[in-house]
Structures are given as structure tokens and as C-alpha cells.
């Protein structure tokens, strides 16, 4: 079938996204300690939806993991995410993954679970940049993310 120009970048997207979270899922089922994955999860809390890409559950805590394949080079700017090449602003994965970690909390609270929770944004592909991200910011992890299995 032949897709329109919208629609075939729409696909190229989703399926970028994918190959994105089978990398991951490849990297996690190298790590030593014990840690369970659930993968592809669509929930509900007082009537609002969210995705999660990654739900990983270890001792630790709950980490929402929020896996982006990105190509090419980007930098932040006033928490607002560019591409270097056209200079445009695309959508920052961080406002998804701040939604998602609060009614994820919200779930939580309402099944009475009291549980660490911390939310990332991992960029997996090794040909990606992100320029000017703070060093301290808690939700970015970018290529290599080795140390973060660590």
C-alpha cells in the first residue's frame, strides 16, 4: 500500500520507536541483578490514559523508562528540545514522561502501594546527541547507558 508523505513519516516514526525499545530490551536482559521489565503498558487513573515504554521494577524502587531512538543531534534550551540540523523545536519526551511519573504516582496512591518511584527518558541510539542538557537533570539518559544498568 502506498502511504502518503504524512503517513509514511507517521510510520517511519512509530517503527524507529520500536527498533528503539528492542535495543533496550537486548542491553536489559544482560543485567546481573535481579530486575523484572514490563514493557508496552497503557493505564488509567482518574479517567486520564498514559503510556509507558519500560516499567522496571528492582529492589530499588519503580523506574518509568521512557525510550527514544532518536538520530542525529539535538539540544535543550529553556527545557525545550531542538534539532541542531533544522533548528526547529520537536516535542521533549520529558513533558510525556512528567505526566505519565505523576499519574503513575497517582495510581500507586490509589491502590494504597507506597513505592520509590523515579522516571527517564533513555536515549538508546549510539548516533545521538543532546546538547546543553544539565548535568544534574534528573530525566535524561543518554547514549552510552551502560553506567545506568550499573
Request: without cysteine.
Amino acid at each position: 500500500m502506498e502511504l502518503a508523505p504524512n503517513d509514511k513519516f507517521h510510520y517511519s516514526n512509530l517503527e524507529k520507536g520500536y527498533e528503539g525499545e528492542i535495543k533496550f530490551d537486548k542491553l536489559a536482559t544482560n543485567l546481573q541483578e535481579e530486575r523484572y521489565f514490563i514493557n508496552d503498558l497503557l493505564l488509567e487513573v482518574n479517567n486520564s490514559y498514559f503510556q509507558i515504554d519500560s516499567l522496571m521494577i528492582s529492589q530499588g524502587g519503580i523506574h518509568l523508562l521512557d525510550i527514544k531512538n532518536y538520530l542525529s543531534d539535538y539540544y535543550l534550551k529553556s527545557d525545550k528540545l531542538y534539532s541542531v540540523t533544522t533548528d526547529r523545536q520537536i516535542k521533549n519526551p520529558v513533558d510525556q514522561l512528567e505526566r505519565s511519573s505523576t499519574l503513575f504516582s497517582q495510581l500507586l496512591h490509589n491502590l494504597k502501594l507506597n513505592y520509590l518511584t523515579e522516571a527517564f527518558v533513555v536515549f538508546i541510539n549510539p548516533e545521538f546527541t543532546l546538547y546543553q542538557a544539565p548535568m544534574d537533570h534528573p530525566h535524561y539518559i543518554p547514549h552510552p547507558i551502560k553506567w545506568f544498568f550499573e
